[in-house]
């Protein structure tokens, strides 16, 4: 899977994980759209190096799919920690 690929995973991640987090966001649609191209790269990172599941190159992978909504849902809860949750 190419970068346009990981691109578009991280899009459809950060989607995602703001539809199971509901809130509004400091950085609104463009602060949820780098949380999760930058999730999809760091949960995949982190799959194949510490759980030792490599991320394939296919785009439907569910391992893939978990990896990215998981790095886009950590990192989206430690942007709302250091820049507030506006729900409040």
Do not use: E
């Amino acid at each position: 899977m190419g970068i346009v690929g990981w691109i578009i995973l991280g899009l459809l991640a950060g989607a995602i994980a703001k539809f199971l987090l509901p809130g509004r966001d400091p950085g609104g649609f463009i602060g949820t759209t780098v949380i999760g191209v930058a999730g999809a790269f760091i949960g995949g990172w982190i799959s194949a190096r510490w759980l030792d599941h490599p991320i394939t190159k296919q785009f439907y992978d569910g391992a893939t799919w978990a990896a990215a909504i998981g790095g886009s849902l950590v990192l989206l809860i430690i942007y709302r920690l250091l820049f507030g949750d506006s729900r409040r």
